[in-house]
Every structure is written in C-alpha cells, then in structure tokens.
C-alpha cells in the first residue's frame, strides 16, 4: 500500500469509530424516551406532543432546549 492510501485508510477509520463514539457519547447525555413512558406523560385524547404538561421543555423538540 502507498503512504496515500493509508493515510486516507486512517482518515475513514478514525470518522467511522469518531462518528460512533460521539453518536453514544450523544446518547447517554441525552437518552432517548420510551414509548411506554411518553404515552403515559403525554395524556391522552390530544394532539401528538400536547398533554397535560405543556410546558416548553415537555415536548419532544423541547428536551434538547434544557437549561443548564
């Protein structure tokens, strides 16, 4: 192999694993709810989104505006 080739080898290597490590890292900082659990909370009879807690950060796009 060229020293091309395998500098361009290690560059796709480290944004596959980089891309997977920062995907998990994203994941345990901000887990994903369970279905089960956004069904309860959410309530039921109404709009996807709006149930009896409807303030900003209860929403599904809200979770990712937290405060720190």
């Known amino acids: 192999m060229s020293t091309i080739a395998i500098v361009m080898m290690v560059v796709a290597l480290?944004?596959?694993w980089g891309g997977l490590g920062l995907a998990?890292?994203?994941l345990k900082r901000?887990?994903?709810?369970?279905?089960?659990e956004?069904?309860?909370?959410?309530g039921t009879g109404s709009a996807?989104?709006?149930?009896?807690n409807d303030s900003p950060n209860s929403s599904a796009e809200g979770r990712h505006r937290r405060e720190p």
């Not at 901000?30 to 089960?36: A, L, R």
């Not at 956004?38 to 959410?42: L, M, N, P």
């Not at 996807?48 to 009896?52: D, M, N, R």
Request: hydrophobic share 50%; glycine share 8%; no cysteine.
């Open 14 to 16: 480290l944004a596959v």
């Open 24 to 26: 998990l890292l994203n």
């Open 30 to 36: 901000h887990p994903e709810e369970d279905d089960d």
């Open 38 to 42: 956004i069904a309860v909370t959410a």
């Open 48 to 52: 996807p989104g709006a149930g009896a």
